[in-house]
């Protein structure tokens, strides 16, 4: 088919392009607005490593080929905080936090654990859920699973060396934005688009009239001599 053969096409089966385009908008609007509305729960917290006990030989009684102290503890801490962004998205984190809350959490509620930045030892931790209590409720359920057993996942946070501290205050927003409801409306929108186009050439394709002089030469092989012109009004 040549290019004008499928604009012939669109120009005959607009409707149904532009039919399922706006009714798949307003299907997706109507469920976007009435639909259960997610919240998110927002912490900061910062993981470190301490000095070791009381009693054990200062740094200066040390052999010259002994590491620093201050660097291996920055380091440790960074480690730990990688770790812990995957701890807190297992299995075995997710039901001791059910279980503390009396609450279903998975690990799609989880919704992101991350660094803030390689260099910091501070997590980012994001949840999600249906209620802005339960939200609030998890999120707490998160912090003090993590304070205060969090020497059941990694044996540094066993002794009195590790720390982990939420140095923000818990933040509970709506998920659904005006702006993420726009970019999911347009997505939906353009697939509505999409799956309209496709119907409209199946539409076409399995249509049998013959509509062109064209068509009548490449159905027949045979050359048009005349044609009737459409009468008008």
Known sequence: MELREYVAVLQRRWPIVAALTILTLLVSGVFALRG??????TVRMTVSVGNPAVGAPPEAEAPPYVYQRDYY???ASEYLA???SEIIQSDAFTARV???INEEVTKADIRDVTRVRKTHRILDITIQAARPDLAQRVMAGIIQEIQQNGGLYLAELASNRGQIVAIDDTQVKSA??????????????ALGLF????LAFIVDYLDST???PREVERILGLPVLGEIPALGR
């Open 36 to 41: 259960p509305k997610a919240y998110e729960a």
């Open 210 to 212: 013959v509509r062109s």
């Open 82 to 84: 990688d770790d812990l």
């Open 176 to 189: 659904t934005t005006t702006r993420s409801l726009a970019a999911d409306l347009g997505l939906r929108g």
């Open 98 to 100: 059910s279980s503390r």
């Open 73 to 75: 503890q920055w380091l």
């Open 195 to 198: 799956a309209g186009l496709v």
